[in-house]
């Protein structure tokens, strides 16, 4: 008897472990931008002006306010996204948004927030994406385009590919 209560919550431990959902996943991407803080936020602190930096972008459409703008992202690989800001602040630069429903065509994630910062960085300014985010299929067996790696590596890839954007818009002057 004592041993079948011991083994009981065992294997439902075991049970529950097989039953594993999504975990949260988390990439951070940043680049040093020769320009000041202020020129770099006076571009990348346009919450809808993504489109002018992000070479992924086809097309960014926002409206509302700074404090609870919302933006709609066409990418040129197909899909849109919209998201809003939950939280902006000018005078430390930095703003959070999140995304409103998936389209796994555009990003293959679901439920993501994120922060941009542009901070002082020697003679120039850094700026650091972090997002945070659910693989594109939260079932315990996704397909393997949607998985967490799937969703690490489009985010990384987006995260790099729009800082570099962002930095060769305001070191060379002019948005894409």
Do not use: C
Not at 144 to 152: F, I, P, Q, R, V
Request: aromatic share 8%.
């Amino acid at each position: 008897m004592r041993l079948s209560l011991l083994v009981l919550p065992l294997a439902l431990a075991a049970t529950a472990a097989l039953a594993h959902g999504p975990t949260p996943q988390k990439v951070s991407q940043s680049i040093t931008i020769k320009a000041s803080p202020d020129a770099v936020w006076k571009v990348a602190g346009d919450f809808a002006g993504i489109g002018k930096w992000h070479p992924a972008i086809a097309k960014a459409e926002g409206s509302g306010s700074k404090e609870s703008g919302t933006r709609t992202l066409t990418f040129k690989s197909g899909g849109k996204i919209e998201e809003s800001l939950d939280e902006y602040k000018a005078d430390a630069r930095t703003y959070s948004y999140r995304m409103g429903e998936p389209d796994l065509k555009a990003l293959p994630v679901s439920s993501y927030s994120a922060t941009l910062t542009v901070s002082p960085e020697g003679d120039g300014a850094k700026v650091e994406w972090m997002g945070r985010f659910y693989r594109g299929d939260t079932g315990n067996e996704p397909p393997e385009n949607l998985s967490d790696e799937a969703g690490k590596a489009a985010m990384n890839t987006y995260f790099s590919e729009g800082l570099k954007g962002l930095k060769a818009a305001v070191e060379g002057g002019k948005a894409k």
